[in-house]
């Protein structure tokens, strides 16, 4: 609950007077005379009940939930539901309570009744309403001064609406808007805000020219989501602002409305996926919202999307444990996360450093977990095994452990689909702390503690497209470990979104005693179709604006020790479970061993590790995991050359 400011007082304040002088205005307006002093004297008695009774219906009605600057349609529908009210508690009061026992006639009447629905509506939204406007002006004239960049605006209207509304509230500074193009027909010829629709996306080149006829060089252009949806030909609207030489943004938003929209630069990413899903934002604010929330490895790509995600629901406290320095003074200095409302902090640990890591998490004291941190580059991993062990391994069953004594509500444990069938030292590990939380997940008891699986994630640290970015960059080639290698992708926002999706359901699981043992302990995210990652590389190489084959080589290198060339999502004895409303998310029911036979295989393994035997922690891999089969043929040292970062499609969680 936010405590009351100086602000929030003189608005109930205001509220209360409004009402007050609403009460008084009617019966000066609608009666006289002897009629008028009657009331009059006995309106003391009536007023101050009733001031306070209409301040109760305010605040039941959200009055005080937003501020007047941004005073909304919604806003002024609130208030016409709580002056209803106030106007219905007063024709009862009237005929069946005060007019009957007191007076013999009505002390208000119908018409009083009327008259002051019509005046207290007055008094309480015609100021808002005035103080928007006033606002509006001021920064609409504070827009024009700072305006530099003259920019178009490319979408449909709800969301053209959007950006103009953030324009003017100085959210997004220093845009001059000076058209809209709309892939609507219809649009052409209307106005937005003032701002007119002059043409469609096909129309781009023409309406530059026609505004630096008149005086006016655009020096930006600004795509909203819909204007980057696949109907709306991104390719080709990207390909026109390259020939043109201006700048295309995107408008993007950790959380709803005018307030939290964001532009960032338009990179080739951004087109390469289909749709995506749309996530139930009341499910997340409800499960997040008061939270505190403990993030391992919040420095990286994916670590830091679930922090901002987190906020943006509404956590109160947020902790980011990290081993970078640089990766944790980064994250934390995000806008996202340092204008918060939360309770942001962060501390320099390493996973593998169990005393350290149970100090942490039980002076925060959690209610969730999120566990990022892990070495995840397939080559590096099949060369520094001992090292994925150390990490995936032991540092993971730490968090568990450490999550568990801290009181944390649950734990979700950020995987990768290479865990399924696993062939390489990453999928081996991240498969063997999957049945390490299963194992704690079924001891029962409130706590969940699930896994959540998903493939590449463009623009993560190490993943093929930014790879695939900086070949072209130099001119070529382009490196493709295999042509018919496939992947599944999706974006950090997505990830994280759906993370957070699936940890809200394993927390009303793990609260619901119907559900037993039949719960789900693993999430995999649906990533829609796999793609191949040679079409991928030529779309890219088109989207710069060259030819593959001509301008760019295609070169195929071969597959490097512990990648194959399909991922799969669910092992084959692993039973499927349905969720209900979810979308975007699949699960299955656990598959795990006792945790006496862990501990064993945790002490081998720790005796592997000491004693550099490969071997051995193979062994105990094949045991725990009987589809755990190395690749024929791969070598058991990876030798350096081969871990330079080329076609890293195989990239993990």
Wanted: charged fraction near 25%; hydrophobic fraction near 50%.
């Amino acid at each position: 609950m936010r405590r009351p400011t100086l602000k929030s007082a003189a608005i109930v304040a205001h509220d209360l007077v409004a009402t007050a002088l609403a009460v008084t205005l009617t019966f000066l307006i609608r009666f006289d005379d002897a009629r008028l002093a009657e009331r009059l004297a006995h309106l003391p008695v009536l007023l101050g009940p009733f001031v306070l009774y209409a301040g109760l219906v305010y605040r039941w009605f959200g009055l005080y939930r937003t501020k007047w600057r941004f005073a909304s349609l919604p806003d002024l529908a609130a208030i016409v539901r709580a002056v209803a009210v106030l106007a219905l508690s007063l024709l009862l009061l009237d005929y069946a309570l005060v007019s009957p026992a007191l007076f013999g006639i009505y002390f208000f009447g119908k018409i009083a009744i009327g008259l002051y629905f019509v005046l207290q509506l007055f008094l309480l939204g015609g100021p808002r309403v005035a103080f928007r406007y006033l606002k509006y002006s001021r920064s609409r004239q504070s827009h024009a001064r700072a305006a530099t960049t003259p920019a178009l605006l490319l979408g449909r209207g709800a969301e053209i609406e959007v950006v103009l509304r953030a324009i003017e509230a100085g959210t997004v500074r220093k845009l001059a808007a000076q058209g809209i193009l709309s892939p609507r027909a219809e649009d052409r010829g209307q106005s937005l805000r003032g701002v007119p629709v002059l043409g469609a996306f096909a129309d781009l080149e023409q309406v530059v020219a026609d505004l630096a006829a008149r005086g006016v060089a655009v020096r930006r252009l600004v795509a909203t989501p819909n204007a980057l949806a696949p109907e709306a030909d991104p390719d080709g609207l990207l390909a026109r602002a390259r020939r043109l030489g201006l700048p295309l943004a995107r408008v993007t938003t950790l959380g709803e409305g005018l307030r939290d929209a964001e532009l960032a630069p338009l990179e080739i990413e951004d087109l390469l996926l289909r749709p995506t899903v749309p996530i139930d934002r009341p499910r997340l604010e409800r499960f997040l919202a008061g939270q505190r929330v403990v993030v391992t490895g919040g420095g990286g790509s994916i670590g830091s999307e679930i922090c901002a995600r987190a906020v943006a629901f509404g956590a109160s406290a947020l902790l980011v444990v990290e081993n970078s320095e640089p990766a944790l003074h980064g994250v934390l200095t995000r806008p996202a996360l340092a204008e918060s409302e939360a309770e942001v902090s962060g501390v320099i640990a390493d996973i593998r450093d169990r005393e350290r890591l149970f100090h942490v998490l039980r002076a925060f004291r959690p209610d969730a977990v999120f566990h990022a941190a892990a070495l995840k580059q397939v080559p590096y991993l099949e060369r520094d095994w001992t090292e994925g062990i150390k990490t995936n391994v032991f540092g993971s069953v730490n968090v568990a452990d450490a999550a568990l004594a801290a009181g944390a509500r649950a734990l979700v444990m950020i995987s990768t689909d290479k865990a399924i069938e696993p062939v390489s030292q990453l999928g081996v590990t991240k498969r063997f702390a999957e049945m390490y939380a299963q194992a704690l997940d079924a001891a029962g008891g409130p706590a969940r503690l699930v896994a959540v699986r998903f493939g590449n994630v463009l623009g993560s640290v190490g993943s093929v497209v930014p790879v695939f970015k900086a070949q072209i960059a130099r001119g070529g080639p382009v490196t493709v470990t295999h042509p018919e290698m496939v992947r599944y992708f999706m974006t950090v926002r997505e990830a994280c979104d759906l993370v957070l999706t699936a940890a809200s359901h394993a927390d009303r699981e793990g609260r619901d005693p119907r559900a037993g043992d039949q719960r789900a302990a693993v999430y995999v995210l649906k990533m829609g179709q796999p793609v191949r990652i040679r079409d991928l590389a030529e779309r890219m190489i088109r989207l710069a604006g060259f030819e593959p084959g001509l301008d760019i080589e295609i070169a195929v290198t071969g597959a490097r020790p512990g990648e194959r060339l399909n991922e799969i999502l669910f092992a084959r004895d692993e039973p499927m479970v349905t969720l209900d409303g979810i979308e975007g998310v699949m699960a299955a029911k656990p598959v795990f061993a006792d945790r006496a036979q862990l501990a064993r295989w945790l002490e081998r393994l720790r005796a592997a590790v000491a004693q550099a035997d490969r071997a051995a922690a193979e062994a105990v891999f094949a045991e725990a995991v009987p589809d755990f089969a190395r690749r024929p043929g791969a070598a058991r040292e990876a030798p350096a050359a081969e871990l330079a970062p080329r076609d890293v499609g195989a990239g993990g969680a």
